[in-house]
Protein backbone atom coordinates (compact mmCIF):
# COMPACT_ATOMS: atom_id res chain seq x y z
CA UNK A 1 0.00 0.00 0.00
CA UNK A 2 2.98 2.10 1.25
CA UNK A 3 4.74 1.25 -2.21
CA UNK A 4 2.09 2.16 -4.50
CA UNK A 5 1.47 5.38 -2.51
CA UNK A 6 4.90 5.97 -3.46
CA UNK A 7 4.34 5.36 -6.88
CA UNK A 8 1.63 7.09 -7.58
CA UNK A 9 3.39 10.60 -5.85
CA UNK A 10 6.28 10.04 -7.67
CA UNK A 11 4.21 9.72 -11.09
CA UNK A 12 2.15 12.92 -10.05
CA UNK A 13 5.88 14.90 -9.41
CA UNK A 14 7.14 14.28 -12.74
CA UNK A 15 3.60 14.71 -14.63
CA UNK A 16 3.88 17.79 -12.63
CA UNK A 17 7.57 18.57 -13.68
CA UNK A 18 6.36 17.64 -17.18
CA UNK A 19 3.70 20.39 -16.96
CA UNK A 20 5.98 23.28 -15.91
CA UNK A 21 8.69 22.21 -18.72
CA UNK A 22 6.29 22.28 -21.18
CA UNK A 23 4.53 26.30 -20.10
CA UNK A 24 8.32 27.17 -19.17
CA UNK A 25 9.28 26.42 -22.96
CA UNK A 26 6.37 27.54 -24.06
CA UNK A 27 6.96 31.40 -22.66
CA UNK A 28 10.05 30.84 -23.75
CA UNK A 29 9.80 30.42 -27.87
CA UNK A 30 6.84 33.27 -27.40
CA UNK A 31 9.55 35.18 -25.66
CA UNK A 32 12.06 35.46 -28.69
CA UNK A 33 9.26 35.71 -30.96
CA UNK A 34 7.98 38.60 -29.09
CA UNK A 35 11.87 39.87 -28.70
CA UNK A 36 12.30 39.80 -32.52
CA UNK A 37 9.41 41.54 -33.38
CA UNK A 38 10.26 44.25 -30.50
CA UNK A 39 14.08 44.83 -31.78
CA UNK A 40 12.47 45.16 -35.51
CA UNK A 41 10.37 48.41 -33.67
CA UNK A 42 12.93 49.52 -31.69
CA UNK A 43 16.41 49.05 -34.16
CA UNK A 44 15.19 47.75 -37.68
CA UNK A 45 16.19 49.91 -40.55
CA UNK A 46 14.80 49.45 -43.34
CA UNK A 47 15.83 49.09 -46.93
CA UNK A 48 16.55 52.41 -48.39
CA UNK A 49 14.15 52.70 -52.12
CA UNK A 50 14.36 55.06 -54.08
CA UNK A 51 12.13 57.22 -56.13
CA UNK A 52 10.91 58.52 -59.69
CA UNK A 53 9.72 62.29 -59.12
CA UNK A 54 6.75 61.65 -61.97
CA UNK A 55 5.48 58.62 -59.54
CA UNK A 56 1.97 60.01 -59.02
CA UNK A 57 1.54 56.75 -56.33
CA UNK A 58 3.62 58.47 -53.88
CA UNK A 59 2.18 62.22 -53.65
CA UNK A 60 -0.74 61.27 -51.69
CA UNK A 61 -1.81 63.61 -48.49
CA UNK A 62 -0.70 62.14 -45.25
CA UNK A 63 -3.74 61.75 -42.51
CA UNK A 64 -4.21 60.25 -39.52
CA UNK A 65 -5.36 56.31 -39.26
CA UNK A 66 -9.11 55.96 -39.06
CA UNK A 67 -8.15 52.85 -36.94
CA UNK A 68 -5.74 53.36 -34.56
CA UNK A 69 -3.18 51.13 -33.57
CA UNK A 70 -4.90 50.82 -29.93
CA UNK A 71 -8.08 50.40 -31.35
CA UNK A 72 -6.60 47.02 -33.60
CA UNK A 73 -5.34 45.87 -30.30
CA UNK A 74 -8.09 46.17 -28.11
CA UNK A 75 -10.58 44.64 -30.83
CA UNK A 76 -8.53 42.38 -32.27
CA UNK A 77 -6.62 40.82 -29.07
CA UNK A 78 -8.40 42.16 -26.27
CA UNK A 79 -11.84 40.38 -27.71
CA UNK A 80 -10.75 37.05 -28.87
CA UNK A 81 -8.55 36.30 -25.31
CA UNK A 82 -12.00 37.58 -23.33
CA UNK A 83 -14.30 35.60 -25.34
CA UNK A 84 -12.21 32.85 -25.51
CA UNK A 85 -11.46 32.38 -21.73
CA UNK A 86 -15.52 32.74 -20.76
CA UNK A 87 -16.14 30.50 -23.48
CA UNK A 88 -13.58 28.02 -22.13
CA UNK A 89 -14.76 28.32 -18.53
CA UNK A 90 -18.35 27.86 -19.46
CA UNK A 91 -17.92 25.34 -21.82
CA UNK A 92 -15.78 22.81 -19.58
CA UNK A 93 -17.32 24.38 -16.17
CA UNK A 94 -19.18 21.35 -15.16
CA UNK A 95 -17.94 18.81 -17.84
CA UNK A 96 -16.72 15.78 -16.52
CA UNK A 97 -14.57 14.29 -19.47
CA UNK A 98 -11.85 17.14 -19.03
CA UNK A 99 -8.92 16.46 -17.35
CA UNK A 100 -7.50 18.74 -14.69
CA UNK A 101 -3.59 18.88 -14.15
CA UNK A 102 -1.81 18.38 -11.30
CA UNK A 103 0.78 21.40 -10.98
CA UNK A 104 3.21 21.99 -7.79
CA UNK A 105 0.70 20.09 -5.62
CA UNK A 106 -2.23 22.16 -7.12
CA UNK A 107 -5.16 21.04 -9.03
CA UNK A 108 -5.77 22.97 -12.25
CA UNK A 109 -8.93 22.93 -13.37
CA UNK A 110 -9.60 21.48 -17.34
CA UNK A 111 -11.06 24.55 -18.21
CA UNK A 112 -8.12 26.77 -16.93
CA UNK A 113 -5.92 24.07 -18.68
CA UNK A 114 -7.72 24.77 -22.32
CA UNK A 115 -7.72 28.46 -21.62
CA UNK A 116 -3.79 27.97 -21.63
CA UNK A 117 -4.14 26.07 -25.21
CA UNK A 118 -6.32 27.95 -26.78
CA UNK A 119 -5.19 31.35 -25.63
CA UNK A 120 -1.54 30.10 -26.45
CA UNK A 121 -2.37 28.82 -29.70
CA UNK A 122 -4.05 32.63 -30.26
CA UNK A 123 -1.06 34.37 -29.79
CA UNK A 124 1.40 32.17 -31.27
CA UNK A 125 -0.06 32.28 -34.60
CA UNK A 126 -0.72 36.26 -34.01
CA UNK A 127 3.39 37.17 -32.99
CA UNK A 128 4.15 34.48 -36.32
CA UNK A 129 2.46 36.60 -38.51
CA UNK A 130 3.60 39.76 -37.31
CA UNK A 131 7.13 38.72 -37.54
CA UNK A 132 6.34 37.67 -40.57
CA UNK A 133 5.43 40.85 -41.96
CA UNK A 134 7.93 43.03 -39.88
CA UNK A 135 10.53 41.06 -42.03
CA UNK A 136 9.15 41.93 -45.22
CA UNK A 137 8.15 45.55 -44.46
CA UNK A 138 12.47 46.10 -43.68
CA UNK A 139 13.54 44.09 -46.38
CA UNK A 140 11.48 45.22 -48.81
CA UNK A 141 11.11 49.08 -47.25
CA UNK A 142 8.22 49.89 -49.72
CA UNK A 143 7.51 53.93 -49.62
CA UNK A 144 4.21 54.73 -48.57
CA UNK A 145 1.80 56.75 -50.59
CA UNK A 146 2.75 59.86 -48.55
CA UNK A 147 6.41 59.79 -49.48
CA UNK A 148 6.60 62.96 -50.94
CA UNK A 149 4.45 64.82 -48.40
CA UNK A 150 6.32 63.38 -45.46
CA UNK A 151 9.57 63.34 -46.80
CA UNK A 152 9.78 66.84 -48.91
CA UNK A 153 12.84 65.52 -50.57
CA UNK A 154 15.44 68.18 -51.01
CA UNK A 155 15.24 67.30 -55.15
CA UNK A 156 14.10 69.69 -57.98
CA UNK A 157 11.85 67.29 -59.32
CA UNK A 158 11.55 70.50 -62.60
CA UNK A 159 14.48 69.94 -63.74
CA UNK A 160 14.73 67.39 -66.90
CA UNK A 161 17.44 65.50 -66.03
CA UNK A 162 15.34 64.38 -62.66
CA UNK A 163 12.36 63.93 -64.54
CA UNK A 164 12.59 60.09 -65.88
CA UNK A 165 16.24 59.39 -62.92
CA UNK A 166 15.83 57.00 -60.50
CA UNK A 167 17.00 58.93 -57.85
CA UNK A 168 18.46 56.93 -54.75
CA UNK A 169 20.70 59.43 -53.06
CA UNK A 170 18.28 62.54 -50.99
CA UNK A 171 17.67 63.65 -48.01
CA UNK A 172 14.46 64.52 -46.53
CA UNK A 173 13.31 68.17 -45.31
CA UNK A 174 11.11 66.13 -42.51
CA UNK A 175 13.00 65.85 -39.16
CA UNK A 176 11.21 63.45 -37.24
CA UNK A 177 12.52 60.11 -37.22
CA UNK A 178 9.76 57.88 -36.50
CA UNK A 179 8.15 59.58 -39.56
CA UNK A 180 11.25 58.94 -41.57
CA UNK A 181 10.99 55.04 -40.55
CA UNK A 182 7.50 54.58 -41.18
CA UNK A 183 7.27 56.37 -44.37
CA UNK A 184 9.59 53.15 -45.62
CA UNK A 185 7.14 50.27 -44.25
CA UNK A 186 4.50 50.45 -46.78
CA UNK A 187 4.20 46.83 -48.07
CA UNK A 188 2.95 44.33 -46.67
CA UNK A 189 0.47 45.98 -44.77
CA UNK A 190 0.56 45.78 -40.90
CA UNK A 191 -3.03 46.35 -39.97
CA UNK A 192 -4.28 44.01 -42.52
CA UNK A 193 -2.30 40.89 -41.56
CA UNK A 194 -2.59 41.81 -38.00
CA UNK A 195 -7.10 42.10 -38.50
CA UNK A 196 -6.92 39.58 -40.84
CA UNK A 197 -5.55 36.81 -38.80
CA UNK A 198 -7.31 37.87 -35.21
CA UNK A 199 -10.70 37.95 -37.00
CA UNK A 200 -11.08 34.84 -39.19
CA UNK A 201 -9.11 32.75 -36.85
CA UNK A 202 -11.53 34.62 -33.70
CA UNK A 203 -14.24 33.48 -36.39
CA UNK A 204 -13.44 29.54 -36.81
CA UNK A 205 -13.00 29.20 -33.22
CA UNK A 206 -16.12 30.71 -32.60
CA UNK A 207 -17.63 28.11 -35.57
CA UNK A 208 -16.22 25.31 -33.62
CA UNK A 209 -17.06 26.14 -30.15
CA UNK A 210 -20.16 28.55 -30.24
CA UNK A 211 -22.43 25.50 -30.04
CA UNK A 212 -25.77 27.13 -28.71
CA UNK A 213 -28.59 26.55 -30.64
CA UNK A 214 -30.71 29.00 -30.03
CA UNK A 215 -30.53 30.43 -33.47
CA UNK A 216 -29.28 29.62 -36.11
CA UNK A 217 -27.94 32.54 -37.74
CA UNK A 218 -26.56 34.22 -33.97
CA UNK A 219 -23.56 32.60 -34.88
CA UNK A 220 -22.69 33.30 -38.26
CA UNK A 221 -24.09 37.02 -37.90
CA UNK A 222 -21.13 37.13 -35.11
CA UNK A 223 -18.75 35.76 -37.84
CA UNK A 224 -19.87 38.01 -40.15
CA UNK A 225 -19.31 41.25 -38.17
CA UNK A 226 -15.78 39.84 -37.62
CA UNK A 227 -14.75 39.89 -41.33
CA UNK A 228 -16.53 43.02 -41.51
CA UNK A 229 -14.42 44.55 -38.88
CA UNK A 230 -11.48 42.93 -40.94
CA UNK A 231 -12.40 44.29 -44.47
CA UNK A 232 -13.00 48.22 -43.14
CA UNK A 233 -9.62 48.36 -41.38
CA UNK A 234 -8.15 46.87 -44.60
CA UNK A 235 -9.63 49.33 -46.78
CA UNK A 236 -9.05 52.10 -44.54
CA UNK A 237 -5.20 51.66 -45.16
CA UNK A 238 -5.66 52.82 -48.51
CA UNK A 239 -8.14 55.18 -48.04
CA UNK A 240 -5.98 57.28 -45.07
CA UNK A 241 -2.82 56.85 -47.77
CA UNK A 242 -0.89 54.53 -45.73
CA UNK A 243 -0.59 52.19 -48.34
CA UNK A 244 -0.96 50.72 -51.61
CA UNK A 245 -3.87 48.74 -52.45
CA UNK A 246 -1.00 45.58 -53.19
CA UNK A 247 0.02 46.26 -49.90
CA UNK A 248 -3.37 45.51 -47.80
CA UNK A 249 -3.54 42.99 -50.35
CA UNK A 250 -0.62 40.82 -49.61
CA UNK A 251 -1.29 42.10 -45.75
CA UNK A 252 -4.61 40.23 -45.96
CA UNK A 253 -3.30 37.07 -47.18
CA UNK A 254 -0.71 36.38 -44.86
CA UNK A 255 -3.22 36.93 -42.06
CA UNK A 256 -5.48 35.00 -44.10
CA UNK A 257 -2.70 31.56 -44.16
CA UNK A 258 -1.54 32.37 -40.97
CA UNK A 259 -5.17 32.08 -39.62
CA UNK A 260 -5.75 28.58 -41.85
CA UNK A 261 -2.34 27.41 -40.85
CA UNK A 262 -2.71 27.63 -37.14
CA UNK A 263 -6.49 26.02 -37.39
CA UNK A 264 -5.25 22.96 -39.47
CA UNK A 265 -1.83 22.22 -38.00
CA UNK A 266 -1.36 23.87 -34.26
CA UNK A 267 -4.29 24.11 -32.40
CA UNK A 268 -6.50 21.31 -31.42
CA UNK A 269 -9.82 22.88 -32.66
CA UNK A 270 -10.67 20.10 -34.94
CA UNK A 271 -10.23 17.20 -32.74
CA UNK A 272 -12.08 18.83 -30.29
CA UNK A 273 -14.69 19.34 -32.81
CA UNK A 274 -15.05 15.76 -33.20
CA UNK A 275 -15.38 15.37 -29.56
CA UNK A 276 -18.06 17.69 -29.29
CA UNK A 277 -20.31 15.87 -32.10
CA UNK A 278 -20.16 12.31 -30.77
CA UNK A 279 -20.85 13.79 -27.46
CA UNK A 280 -23.97 15.57 -29.02
CA UNK A 281 -24.59 12.44 -31.02
CA UNK A 282 -25.14 10.56 -27.70
CA UNK A 283 -27.38 13.13 -25.87
CA UNK A 284 -29.85 12.72 -29.04
CA UNK A 285 -30.26 8.96 -28.90
CA UNK A 286 -30.52 9.34 -25.29
CA UNK A 287 -27.09 7.40 -24.50
CA UNK A 288 -25.89 9.44 -21.74
CA UNK A 289 -26.18 12.09 -19.50
CA UNK A 290 -23.13 14.22 -20.33
CA UNK A 291 -23.11 17.44 -21.00
CA UNK A 292 -22.16 18.52 -24.33
CA UNK A 293 -19.04 20.56 -24.74
CA UNK A 294 -20.05 23.81 -25.74
CA UNK A 295 -22.30 27.29 -24.71
CA UNK A 296 -25.49 26.27 -22.65
CA UNK A 297 -28.05 24.42 -24.79
Not at 47 to 60: A, I, T
Not at 127 to 147: E, M, N, S, W
Not at 205 to 223: A, E, I, M, P
Not at 255 to 276: E, H, N, P
Request: charged letters at 20%; proline letters at 3%; glycine letters at 6%.
Amino acid sequence: MERNSRNHSSTMDRDSRMIIRKILLDFLILFCIGFMILAFYLWGDPYKRGFFCDDESLKHPYKDSTVTNIMLYIVGLGVPVFTMVLTEWIRLRDYKGGRSRNVLGRELPAWLWEVYKVVGVFLFGCACQQLTTDVAKYTIGRLRPHFFTVCNPDIDCTLPENKWRYIETFTCQERDPKLLKEMRLSFPSGHSSFSAYTMIYFAIYLQKRFTWRGSKLLRHSVQFLLLMMAWYTVMTRVSDYKHHWSDVLAGFSIGLIYAVVIYAFVSDLRKTSRRQTNVHSNELHGNGNTRAAGWPV
